[in-house]
């Protein structure tokens, strides 16, 4: 393998948050800047790997080198994500999807009504690692386990005990735990400080890095879990 030790291997990775939209100028996002799931990206693509970036909105340009997906919405991102999980190897959901979306997308731009106040109506938006979860457990129609998924997740309090069980309601094989209480580490910025999560509890904590270290770490990790290091 020698440089490239993902050669040969197809990784698709989410970036950035998703747009929600409520009319044609209007939507719901979040504070991802992208920046992360771009470096998780990059560092695949110059191991060698066939990458797909799966981008909703991101503060900068995606990376050169790869196949870009434009998805706006968790429902574009689902789809996106969905039909290519035959084809993929690794998934990587670094994206930040937003948990509840408008009710209603108007066709056109919204009045202002008479009213001093307006209600928005959300509703429940698909959880997308969750289903990759389940249609690894079901088992696809090749009779193969699927890819190998690692989800991530800002976690505030009780980080192992969270992660832990998030990885196995959502089905995943490793939970990055965003440390979002330290400083330097999480939206916008470009570092981090993560824990990686196993079904067992803690594999490995990656102090305040660059987030391309982060990235080539947790790449290391994926390789050896999933057996892609070949015989030693
Ligand atoms: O449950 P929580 O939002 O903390 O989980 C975070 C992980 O789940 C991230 O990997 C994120 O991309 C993924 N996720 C998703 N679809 C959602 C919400 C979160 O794929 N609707």
């Not at 969270?162 to 990885?167: C, D, I, Q, R, T």
Request: hydrophobic share 40%.
């Amino acid at each position: 393998a020698g440089s490239r030790p993902l050669a040969g291997k197809r990784v698709l990775v989410t970036a950035g948050g998703t747009m929600e939209r409520l009319d044609p100028v209007r939507y719901i996002t979040n504070d991802s800047s992208g920046k992360m799931g771009f470096a998780i990206a990059e560092a695949a693509r110059d191991q060698g790997a066939d990458v797909t970036l799966v981008c909703a909105r991101t503060d900068g340009p995606p990376p050169a080198g790869l196949r870009l997906v434009k998805a706006e919405s968790a429902e574009e991102m689902l789809e996106a994500v969905m039909v290519r999980l035959p084809e993929t190897d690794a998934v990587v959901k670094a994206a930040a999807v937003a948990d509840y979306r408008p009710a209603v997308r108007h066709e056109s731009k919204m009045k202002k009504g008479a009213s001093e106040r307006l209600t928005l109506e959300l509703v429940r938006n698909p959880d997308i690692l969750q289903a990759i979860g389940e249609w690894r457990r079901q088992g696809s129609a090749a009779a193969v386990r699927g890819p190998f998924v690692v989800g991530f997740a800002a976690e505030t309090n009780d980080v192992e005990r969270n992660a832990v069980e998030k990885l196995s309601r959502k089905g995943c094989d490793l939970i990055v735990a965003n440390d979002v209480s330290q400083e330097g580490a999480g939206f916008g910025t470009d570092t981090n400080a993560v824990q990686v999560y196993g079904a067992e509890g803690l594999v490995e904590a990656l102090p305040l890095q660059s987030k391309r270290a982060v990235a080539e770490r947790l790449w290391a990790i994926v390789r050896e879990r999933a057996g892609w290091n070949g015989p030693q």
